[in-house]
């Protein structure tokens, strides 16, 4: 089994700035792409950005330029540095990894127990 352990998570001024961080740990052969997701109020799940494992990156449009994904593949790690967050910024952020546990067998997805984030005055 696979287990994403993620942390940095709380409570942030419009402004200001915040890390998560997404560790994968257990059976892990190799790990292609991973990312966050996010779930606002009253709102689907969305994707927030996502990076290869080869380093090539993907972001909402609304989050371009304020926030960074990189990964530290000797740590099967994945971050998020969040920037300039904004109140719509408030969710529940969830870390995703497509995680081979054997070469002999197909990528599956895992998913983070999600971390809240919250932007408020």
């Known amino acids: 089994q696979v287990q994403l352990v993620e942390s940095g998570g709380g409570l942030v001024q419009p402004g200001g700035s915040l890390r998560l961080s997404c560790a994968a740990s257990g059976s892990i052969f190799s790990i292609n792409d991973m990312g966050w997701y996010r779930q606002r109020p009253g709102k689907e799940r969305e994707l927030v950005a996502t990076?290869?494992?080869?380093?090539?990156?993907n972001y909402k449009d609304s989050v371009e330029g304020r926030f960074t994904c990189s990964r530290d593949n000797a740590k099967n790690t994945v971050y998020l540095q969040m920037n300039s967050l904004k109140p719509e910024d408030t969710a529940v952020y969830y870390c995703?990894?497509?995680?081979?546990?054997?070469?002999?067998?197909?990528?599956?997805?895992?998913w983070g127990q999600g971390t809240q984030v919250t932007v408020s005055s």
């Open positions: 990076i290869t494992s080869d380093g090539s990156t």
């Open positions: 995703n990894a497509n995680v081979r546990a054997d070469s002999r067998w197909p990528f599956v997805d895992y």
